[in-house]
């Protein structure tokens, strides 16, 4: 079998950067927002042929016998270049330098994006999936996640969050994993790891993100109520 590559690119709406001595826009009407965009060059105009066709070259193409997934987030600046490029789920040291090597190559070729017509920082995330071909990656992500549901009702909090992350690296964006995994965090003492998973469920507009969880201090409260829910939810729909 060989190495099979999926690529997701979002925009994270959430997460406009600003230069820190730049002022916010200031507008009484509308504010027009326009995500930056990859224009690639004369042999690639597509943004998920880039990563795919350049991570294969730099894997080799081999059979690595890893299957997860890398997200990494980036901004693109008003140039065209991309800075603060940081993997915040990880496959194997190898897999993330290539992906990071693969986006540091497109500098310059992004349009940037704009806000009333201004360039200004936006965020962007990009969800590569690694998988060997014939691999059932969100089977695996569903038996890791009920067996980590279970663990969490046991309060065995550590445990859960491992299964948590591999599930995660089979479906990256589930947005029931990652908030289970958040409160397996929070229980287990990782405020900032549940923080960061509750801000990432918001960023991929989930019904589950509420205003609350973007405050540490309701977290408490918020994952106290939702252990006590019953119903178990799935990643199936």
């Known amino acids: 079998m060989r190495l099979s590559i999926l690529v997701l690119v979002f925009a994270i709406c959430s997460s406009l950067v600003f230069a820190q001595n730049e002022e916010k826009p200031k507008n009484s009407g509308m504010i027009n927002v326009l995500e930056p965009t990859f224009k690639g060059t ?99 992500a569903q038996t890791n996640k009920n067996k980590a549901d279970k663990l969490l009702k046991e309060g065995k909090y550590s445990r859960a969050v491992k299964l948590y992350t591999e599930a995660v690296g089979s479906y990256p964006t589930s947005d029931i994993i990652i908030y289970r995994r958040g409160l397996a965090r929070y229980y287990s003492g990782d405020l900032e790891g549940a923080l960061n998973d509750f801000e990432r469920v918001a960023n991929l507009d989930s019904h589950l993100a509420d205003p609350m969880l973007t405050k540490l201090q309701d977290v408490a409260e918020y994952a106290k109520n939702e252990l006590q829910l019953s119903t178990a939810l799935t990643i199936d729909r």
Do not use: C
């Not at 940037?112 to 990009?126: D, L, W, Y």
């Open 42 to 140: 004369n042999e690639s105009v597509d943004i998920y042929e880039f990563l795919q066709e350049n991570l294969i070259t730099s894997l080799n193409g081999k059979n690595w016998g890893v299957v997860g997934a890398v997200v990494a987030q980036f901004n693109v600046l008003p140039t065209g270049n991309l800075s603060e490029i940081q993997v915040i789920e990880s496959v194997s040291l190898e897999f993330d330098r290539s992906v990071i090597s693969t986006l540091e190559a497109t500098n310059g070729m992004w349009n940037p994006g704009t806000i009333n017509g201004r360039p200004v920082p936006m965020e962007k995330e990009v969800i590569v999936v690694f998988k060997n071909e014939g691999t059932n990656i969100y089977q695996a």
